[in-house]
């Protein structure tokens, strides 16, 4: 087989990819330079220059696991997630598992970077929900600042048993946290839970399924979804940022309240997402559904 | 059809092995005849050989009806030989079964006392004089030799040993058949080794406990494991190893015995941790009408020097052993395959660029990926259907499960090529795949691909587009 010299370059076209490169090598410039000197990397650009107050981005040395925006942490009792309960995590929709995953994994960074994030972290999935967008990749962990070596990992496939190996984990009161993914746990469950929080000082995150309503014995309890973003710092045609709705359904103590909010990967902070920035305070169209024309119509 | 084997009293009445049903019939009208099953009898003799662990952990089967026992050092538990005999017939007498007892310092000789001896015990003083009036079939020669034996008038084996051995190879055809007779009776003398194997390994560690009374319930039974546990792990500290797997036999009084099993990732003697493992077990474990006496023997030891306590709890290695034990707790209960931890490994195709490692493994370091990765990443990229194809960028629009998406923000392409040195010699060739990072108008970010160039479209087909993992 003969390959085509031009298919050897790895972009074979224009000016985007020239965009491309740029950025990618200033993002890789900026990042050594601010591991050289000691501090997080910072973007300085206009776009992200928002109202909120800053907080201190990451809290080394702290041992409080809070948000570090305001507007949240305000809501939250004593202005701080509990170290030491049970949090759930629903996605809005179907589609927003990935999401809650994701905002999942920010809380669990925002935990690491606390004095008490230093251990391993269990990660109890269902092995349905594996199959429905895929299983864990390490690479992707690791590119969101969590180090993929201190998971372990457990793959079952009933809730029961997500949920058994989940107060197990809380048991032996070593780890930074305890993650589970179910489909759904009745109150009794969450309860049990809480109580294996509270005992072992260990935190807790279950991620649920979009449907699942039952009651829950949790601390807080979020619904995220996601929502459009800004293009890139860098490149006006890729993705920036994720940006997350986050619903506080249910916060003992708190206010719940909803936000919007941007994830910084480089950085592991939140911020308000820009409400002119916030494309979605416009009515949005219905979802353009595949096979929505009569003549593409299926039964089932 | 010809009778396999008789009980005591058919044998008293004058019929043999091997002898036609219908001649025994015409003897004895009401004989009572059960087909016979060498394989049930094969199990059952297997099972008695287990059963019979509880004397030593060196036991096997002989032929079809005997067991081989090996109870060097263990006698002592049974207030000594004649006392472990005893023991033996009598438990065997209530599960139903006659027992021939033989025990000498050869399997030879312990093997033509329990065959054809009178007294079960031969006083290693005199094991000649015990075997001397012994038949010489008691040698366990072949038919033809025994046969050519007692032609000889060498009837019984205290003539045998006073012939001398030259003499006594010259009498057979053949030199190896008198070599095969005299190795029988150095072997039953002890003048010649004979090595056996036993039916189980032996395990290098072993507790035991006999009751006085039979356990009949789950707190019994942990108080039994708590004393067994605590010995074995003295033992292991002792000689600086410590176990892998543990198994805790429960001989019960009706002859069965149950077993339960532990395993660990990494060699433990911690008896509170390997209690725990054994907690969930225990309550399984059937004990039938009680269980008369627990054994736990440790079946895979590796050394394990000891260590420095940990002056703070935070220490890295405390930490390390708890996540060790969690790991053992949760690979018993839920199987050892279902925990795992993700591994980096050597290849730039996403789908090869991790494993998945048992969890006691110590991980390597993860690299910061230079490029974007997603979260969750599937097992099998899942086809998607393109619409506004532009010939090297991004879809405007694809449809994935049947709905329909619009790209807004696109990222790429990162092209990744085939590791070629797979290829060699595949039939079907992997093709050059360009990734893009794209996020559609309700902001949920996919990892797509195109596999295959539109520049070689002619050679190795039309492009295809994957949808292969998403984004948080």
């Known amino acids: 087989m003969t390959i085509p010299l031009d298919s050897l370059s790895p972009f074979p076209h224009g000016p985007p990819v020239k965009l491309f490169w740029r950025r990618a090598a200033l993002t890789d410039l900026r990042r050594k330079v601010a591991a050289i000197e000691g501090r997080p990397p910072q973007y300085d650009n206009v776009r992200h220059a928002l109202p909120d107050k800053a907080v201190p981005i990451t809290e080394a040395g702290s041992p409080i696991w809070r948000f570090g925006v305001e507007a949240i942490d305000g809501a939250l009792p004593d202005g701080r997630l509990a170290n030491t309960g049970l949090h759930d995590i629903t996605a809005d929709a179907y589609g927003d598992g990935p999401a809650a995953v994701g905002f999942c994994l920010a809380l669990l960074r925002r935990l690491q970077a606390t004095s008490a994030g230093t251990g391993a972290v269990l990660w109890c999935e269902n092995a349905q929900a594996a199959r429905e967008f895929g299983g864990l990749y390490g690479p992707g962990l690791a590119a969101l600042g969590i180090d993929p070596a201190r998971l372990v990992l457990v793959t079952v496939g009933r809730d029961k048993e997500v949920l058994w190996a989940m107060e197990e984990g809380l048991r032996a009161a070593t780890l930074t946290a305890v993650i589970g993914e179910v489909t759904t746990a009745d109150f009794t469950a969450s309860r049990r839970l809480s109580l294996a929080c509270a005992d072992s000082a260990t935190p807790a995150l279950l991620l649920r399924h979009h449907r699942d309503t039952t009651t829950s014995a949790a601390r807080t309890r979020w619904r995220v979804a996601a929502r459009p973003g800004v293009a890139d710092d860098w490149d006006a045609r890729a993705p920036g940022r994720p940006r997350w709705s986050l619903e506080l359904t249910r916060c003992r103590g708190g206010r719940p309240g909803s936000w919007h909010v941007e994830w910084n990967d480089a950085t592991g902070d939140f911020r308000l997402a820009a409400p002119l920035a916030d494309r979605t305070a416009a009515p949005q169209p219905a979802p353009v559904r595949a096979w929505g024309g009569p003549h593409l119509r299926r039964a089932g | ?472």
């Open chain 2, 1 to 472: 059809m010809r009778l396999y084997a008789l009980n005591r009293s058919a044998a008293e009445q004058g019929l043999a092995v091997g002898q036609a049903l219908t001649d025994a019939r015409a003897l004895i009208p009401d004989l009572t005849v059960h087909q016979a099953e060498s394989e049930a009898d094969a199990k059952a003799l297997k099972a008695l050989a287990d059963w019979c662990g509880r004397y030593t952990p060196w036991t096997n089967i002989d032929g079809d009806d005997g067991l081989w026992l090996d109870i060097t050092g263990c006698a002592h538990l049974f207030g000594g030989e004649a006392g472990l005999v005893d023991d033996l017939v009598r438990r065997l007498r209530k599960l139903g079964f006659t027992a021939r007892p033989g025990l000498a310092d050869t399997p030879g000789a312990a093997w033509a006392i329990s065959r054809h001896g009178n007294s079960p015990i031969a006083n290693p003083a005199d094991q000649d004089e015990a075997l001397a009036p012994l038949p010489v079939e008691a040698l366990r020669l072949d038919p033809d030799s025994a046969l050519l034996l007692q032609r000889l008038g060498l009837k019984t084996i205290g003539p045998l040993l006073d012939l001398p051995r030259a003499t006594l190879e010259r009498r057979f055809r053949s030199p190896e058949e008198g070599e095969a007779v005299l190795t029988r009776l150095d072997q039953a003398m002890g003048r010649r080794d004979e090595p056996l194997s036993p039916l189980h390994p032996i395990p290098a560690f072993t507790a035991r406990l006999a009751l006085a009374e039979p356990v009949l319930t789950a707190e019994g039974m942990e108080a039994v494991q708590d004393r067994l546990l605590a010995r074995l792990c003295r033992d292991l500290a002792e000689a600086q190893k410590g176990a892998r797997s543990l198994t805790l036999h429960a001989y019960r009084v009706d002859g069965e015995v149950a077993r339960i099993a532990i395993a660990m990732g990494r060699p433990a003697r911690d008896p509170r941790h390997m209690k725990r493992l054994f907690q969930e077990r225990l309550e399984t474990i059937d004990l039938g009408f009680g269980v008369e006496t627990a054994l736990l023997t440790a079946d895979l030891v590796e050394p394990l020097l000891p260590r420095q306590i940990a002056l703070q709890a935070s220490d890295r290695r405390a930490s390390n052993d708890a996540i060790d034990q969690l790991v053992d707790r949760l690979a018993n209960r839920l199987g050892e395959p279902h925990i795992r931890r993700l591994q980096p490994n050597e290849s730039h195709i996403p789908e090869r660029a991790q494993r998945r490692v048992p969890a006691t493994r110590d991980s390597a370091d993860w690299a910061d990926p230079s490029r974007p990765r997603p979260l969750r990443l599937l097992d099998r990229p899942e086809p998607i259907e393109v619409i506004a194809e532009v010939p090297e960028s991004p879809p405007k629009q694809f449809i994935w499960r049947r709905v329909a998406r619009r790209v807004l923000h696109a990222d790429g392409p990162e092209r990744i090529e085939p590791e070629w040195w797979r290829q060699v010699g595949q039939p079907v060739q992997e093709r050059v795949r360009d990734y893009y990072r794209v996020e559609d108008r309700e902001g949920r970010r996919y990892w797509l691909y195109r596999e295959g160039l539109y520049q070689a479209e002619g050679q190795s087909g039309k492009p295809a587009w994957f949808l292969h993992g998403v984004f948080g």
